[in-house]
Structure formats: C-alpha cells, structure tokens
C-alpha cells in the first residue's frame, strides 16, 4: 500500500502559538489527501478534503481559519493549527486514497497544548 | 442516529478464541467496506478492503458484507496477543477518493 509520512509525531506547544503538521504521500501522486482529528477512546472524525492546487473542503462545524490547509504538491499536505488552545490537544491524522478507494494513513500527529 | 455504529467494547478473548466484530451502518450508498487496525497512539492500519456483498479471507482474517442487512463483519481466526487493538470499520460510496465514514472502534484484549 501507499507509504504516508506525517511529521512531527507528536508536539508540545504554548497556548496561543501555532503548530503546522506534515503529511507526505512518498510513493504516491496524491491529487487528495485527508485530515482526521481524533480524540481519546473515539473514532476518527474527518476535518477537512485536502485538494492540490485548489482550497480545501472542511466538513461542518471545523472552523477553516484555525486549521489551515495547504496542498502545495501532488506529494505534500500541510495542516496549520493556528492560535493553538487546550481544547486543540487531539490525535491528528492524514491519509492519502487511492484511485481504488483505498485509503492509507500517516503515523499521526500527537498535539498537546499547553 | 449515526451512519455507523460499533459496539465500542473492551472486547476481552483468550488467545486461539475467534473473534467477531461487527458494524451496522444506515447509509446505502456505502459500497466499500473496509477494516482498520489501530494500536496505540499509532495511525490505523487497512486490514480488509471489500466491494459489495460477500466474504473475504486473508490469513486468519474473513470479512464479511451483508449489504441487504447493511451489517458487516470482521472475523479472526486463531487470535494471538499481538491481535490485541482497536478495530475500525469504515466505509465509503462508490467513487474514488470519497470521504470516508469511521466506525467507533472496538478495543479488543487478546488473553494470553
């Protein structure tokens, strides 16, 4: 399957400052990339529809200006959590869908705001 | 009422048991199937991957689609500790690159 790498692991950082994630698709064009957010002990809720070269889609309720998208390349997505608060301290996660629908994932991202 | 549901557990089985685990999902433009293994603190991994009705095998993995029943399963047969994770279904209509809905998952204990 698809190789996805998402850096950093995990992340600390200070309330009000801003932490931008990486999502690497290393063997496969990806024209479209996701962004998940899951909290502890629940399921992984789609944030936003990375798209190249165009906006992202967010799904309803996800504020589109606190999480920044950016899908500079067929290869890179980048996901900006802007003026960062406790309540951001989540499991982030990107993935990348083939053209069969299957859909592969980066390792996660662990962000804690302090 | 969500799209899918999953029986969150902790599901707790003694090593070489079968497990079962399931989803129902109200949906019925959701044409593929897929199971996700996920330890933790760790991203999901695709187990199974299924297009329309019927069963899969793959090692000691069966998945199964009963889309007149809108239920679908995951079978593992001969389970060791290391099967030992959260389960995720998840599902998604038919085209590519589509959004995917996720199951709660179910955190499943292999007893040595």
């Known amino acids: 399957g698809a190789v996805v790498s998402q850096h950093p692991s995990w992340v600390i950082c200070k309330s009000g400052t801003s932490v931008k994630i990486e999502c690497r698709s290393l063997?496969?064009?990806?024209?479209?990339m996701f962004w998940y957010r899951q909290f502890p002990k629940q399921s992984l809720m789609l944030m936003a529809t990375s798209n190249e070269g165009s906006k992202a889609t967010y799904e309803q309720g996800v504020e589109k200006d606190k999480f920044l998208i950016n899908h500079a390349s067929l290869t890179l997505s980048t996901l900006t959590v802007t003026s960062a608060h406790p309540e951001d301290s989540s499991f982030y996660i990107c993935?990348?869908?083939?053209?069969?629908?299957?859909?592969?994932f980066g390792q996660g991202t662990r962000l804690t705001v302090v | 009422q969500k799209e899918v549901e999953q029986d969150p557990g902790p599901l707790s089985v003694p090593e070489g048991a079968i497990v079962s685990l399931n989803c129902t999902y109200s949906?019925?433009?959701?044409?593929?199937f897929m199971w996700y293994r996920q330890y933790s603190r760790k991203g999901p991994e695709l187990l199974m991957y299924?297009?329309?009705?019927g069963n899969k095998e793959d090692g000691r993995f069966t998945a199964q689609v009963d889309k007149s029943s809108k239920y679908i399963s995951l079978f593992i047969r001969d389970s060791q500790p290391s099967d030992s994770a959260t389960y995720l279904c998840a599902m998604s209509p038919v085209s590519s690159a589509s959004k995917i809905i996720f199951g709660s998952g179910t955190r499943l204990s292999i007893r040595p």
């Open positions: 949906n019925s433009a959701f044409q593929y």
């Open positions: 299924t297009y329309s009705s």
């Open positions: 063997d496969f064009q990806a024209t479209t």
């Open positions: 993935s990348v869908s083939t053209p069969s629908t299957e859909a592969f």
